[in-house]
């Protein structure tokens, strides 16, 4: 399918999710990196202190803090 067919199905309302072959989609700056952090054992508690509070991870907590102040 040539892009102006799929932007006019698109445009129109047309349901293209068949079009795309999405085991070959990805975000672009979205790939993934580890990242190794040392903290004293005092940040470590406050940080699970409140992630238990949010009902989130340590880890989805630390992300999203990150991501707060970055974004």
Same mark, same amino acid.
């Given at each position: 399918?040539?892009? &102006?067919?799929?932007? &006019?199905?698109? $445009?129109t309302g047309?349901?293209?999710? !068949?079009?795309?072959?999405? +085991?070959?989609? #990805? #975000?672009?700056?979205?790939?993934? #990196? @580890?990242?190794?952090?040392?903290?004293?054992?005092?940040?470590?508690? !406050? /940080? $699970? @202190?409140?992630?238990? #509070?949010? !009902?989130? &991870? @340590?880890? +989805? /907590?630390?992300?999203?803090?990150?991501?707060?102040?970055? !974004?």
């Open positions: 399918m040539k892009a &102006t067919d799929f932007e &006019t199905k698109f $445009d047309d349901d293209v999710a !068949g079009d795309v072959d999405w +085991s070959k989609a #990805r #975000r672009p700056n979205m790939e993934m #990196r @580890r990242v190794n952090v040392d903290f004293p054992a005092w940040v470590v508690e !406050g /940080l $699970d @202190r409140q992630a238990s #509070r949010l !009902g989130v &991870t @340590r880890q +989805s /907590l630390i992300k999203m803090w990150i991501a707060e102040k970055l !974004g």
